[in-house]
């Protein structure tokens, strides 16, 4: 069941777009501003609305930890706000002073994205506030950006209804031209990678929506060497005229979309099954987004309100509990999202595997992990049978949670940004003190693959 819960009615002029973070509500309007809430209570913030922007606010995107939030306008610029003080970090302005209608992070928080209306990319690197390069395509207007969980490649969709997937080059890795008639309006990933059939393919669910009234769900794959593929799994029909916004839920389960016909509609990500109609909006529904720590959903319409909803049966990674603000809530400095992210898991401390434990909503197992010393490479080694065996984890659910998280690891591998020579040429992982080899690959005790190479040969 899903209940309207809180309706906001602060802007004063169209609402373009909501996003939430661990502990914040965003949303930005047509009126020039953009307004911060407590999803605790859902009060404003004491220094919102933010005014920085001379021109209309067309998106807004909080860094993956929270402590910063960018906003991009008619006025060409890209704003970035300190969320402890409402104070401007930086102002980007986008090459060629084009109108800027999209802004994302990448999930690491090292690089910023922003789209312009005369069909440009400017890839930012957050860390120096700096322009790293440009790209786009000509003549069309970039309305919609989202990054991959990786955060080494991310699709921009254009009014032209193109689909175009990029890496950290700016170089075009695949292109769906037809993917929405009339128009691309939004696209988001979902928030989980999976492995392939094919060994070192990473696979990634993305859903776009468009001026042709659907809503579609597609399949990212993705190779080192071989570039990317999509697919399309499913074309939702639920609203009858444009949608113009899409979000999945933070756990993949549960997709939302807002459309013209004032409707908000809620779908079963992986088969497609329409769940909810909400009907409460009384103009377009421009914005939806789902909260990353608790079972909501805020939508933003054209009648200058933004509605919270609660889904009663749960859509959140942690299954619809709240975290405590001090797990949800990580150090952003030097561009990353706090101590173990930093490292290979490989490099892990004892410590740094509790952190991660808790990340990932497995508080239960911290002392069971701390009592039996794993650290990081341990980690990687555990299978089932050592968890229930030696670790006494009795609990089947349980036990194949923590062997699917550490699969997913050790996927992450394969979208780092690592050096090619840093990985094995046969599995993609990451080789453990490497020497210049040839033609010879040898496996080491710690399950790394080690190389070696004699002088002469």
């Known amino acids: ?8 009615q602060d ?33 404003e913030l004491p220094f919102s609305p933010l005014s920085g922007h001379g021109y209309p606010v067309h998106c807004c995107s909080f860094s993956p930890c929270g402590q910063y939030l960018a906003s991009c306008s008619t006025d060409a610029t890209t704003v970035v706000w300190q969320m402890d003080s409402g104070e401007i970090e930086a102002v980007l302005e986008h090459p060629g002073r084009s109108p800027v209608r999209v802004c994302a992070f990448s999930p690491d928080s090292v690089h910023l994205v922003s789209g312009a209306s005369d069909g440009t990319l400017a890839l930012w690197d957050f860390t120096s506030r700096s322009i790293l390069r440009t790209g786009g395509v000509a003549d069309t207007t970039m309305v919609a950006c989202s990054f991959s969980p990786c955060g080494q490649l991310f699709v921009s969709g254009s009014m032209y209804g193109d689909l175009r997937v990029w890496n950290l080059e700016l170089k075009q890795l695949y292109a769906e031209k037809s993917a929405h008639d ?36 597609w399949n990212i794959s993705y190779t080192p060497h071989a570039g990317c593929k999509m ?20 756990d993949g389960q549960m997709l939302v979309s807002g459309s013209v016909d004032k409707t908000v509609t809620v779908y079963e990500a992986s088969q497609g099954t329409l769940l909810y109609t909400l009907s409460q909006h009384e103009r377009y529904v421009t914005a939806c987004a789902f909260s990353p720590m608790a079972p909501l959903i805020a939508t933003g319409s054209m009648d200058k309100s933004v509605n919270v909803w609660r889904v009663e049966d749960g859509c959140s990674t942690h299954e619809g509990k709240f975290l405590p603000g001090e797990e949800a809530a990580s150090s952003c400095e030097g561009g990353k999202m706090g101590g173990h992210s930093r490292l290979m ?9 509790s952190s991660w434990l808790r990340q990932e909503g497995l508080e239960a197992l911290v002392d069971v992990f701390k009592a039996n010393n794993i650290d990081g490479s341990e980690l990687l080694a555990l299978n089932k049978d050592a968890l229930a065996t030696d670790m006494k984890v009795e609990s089947m659910g349980l036990r194949s949670k923590i062997i699917r998280k550490i699969e997913e690891l050790k996927m992450e591998s394969m979208c780092t940004g690592v050096p090619d020579e840093y990985l094995c040429p046969i599995t993609r992982e990451l080789m453990k003190d490497p020497v210049i080899a040839a033609g010879e690959c040898w496996w080491s005790t710690s399950g790394f693959h080690d190389c070696a190479y004699e002088e002469g040969t």
């Open 1 to 8: 069941m899903v209940s309207l819960i809180c309706t906001l």
């Open 11 to 43: 802007h004063r002029d169209d609402v373009n777009w909501c996003v939430f973070s661990a502990k914040l509500l965003a949303t930005c309007s047509a009126d020039k501003t953009v307004r911060v809430y407590y999803t605790k209570d859902f009060s």
């Open 182 to 217: 009339l128009g691309v309006t939004c696209c988001q990933f979902a928030p989980q990678m999976q492995k392939g059939t094919g060994g070192n393919v990473v696979q990634f669910r993305m859903a776009s929506c468009g001026q042709d009234s659907l809503l579609k769900v």
């Open 231 to 250: 697919q399309l799994l499913h074309t939702l029909t639920g609203q009858t005229a444009p949608v113009l916004s899409c979000s999945f839920s933070a």
């Open 345 to 353: 898991p490989s490099d892990w401390s004892e410590d740094d595997v």
